[in-house]
């Protein structure tokens, strides 16, 4: 028995030996001998501020802000022409109605949901057979 358990102790021990997983690979260098690096990290709000009050990105709010008034003076010259013109209103109005139908149609598949049926009425079966149409 007791060379059994000499046996054993003798493989642990040359297990562990060869083992190296709580060893580290590297030699770790002291805290005072380390050369301070120079690159800085950005990720806070006072970055985003320098960004946006420099100059270059007072340029980019400049050009954003002339290109939103360009867009809304564009999109009301065309419906200025829209109310002066009763034929390109009659269009524009056609458009509307078309789309509000198709929204209505959108809608009107989920009327189920909202349903007080009668006695044996499932939302449940509704639905099922809804999605077996594919809608």
Not at 20 to 36: E, W, Y
Not at 57 to 75: S, V
Not at 107 to 127: A, C, H, I, M
Request: hydrophobic share 30%; aromatic share 6%.
């Amino acid at each position: 028995m007791m060379a059994s358990s000499t046996k054993s102790l003798l493989m642990i021990a040359l297990i562990v030996s060869s083992c190296s997983a709580f060893q580290p690979t590297t030699p770790i260098a002291p805290t005072h001998l380390k050369t301070p690096t120079t690159s800085s990290l950005q990720m806070g709000i006072f970055d985003d501020l320098k960004l946006i009050f420099s100059e270059e990105g007072q340029k980019n709010r400049a050009e954003y802000i002339e290109r939103e008034k360009e867009e809304q003076m564009e999109a009301q010259r065309l419906i200025m022409e829209r109310r002066t013109d009763p034929s390109k209103m009659a269009e524009y109005m056609d458009t509307v109605e078309t789309n509000r139908g198709k929204l209505q149609e959108e809608r009107s598949v989920y009327d189920f949901q909202t349903k007080n049926g009668g006695e044996g009425y499932d939302p449940l079966d509704e639905w099922k057979r809804l999605k077996k149409e594919g809608k």
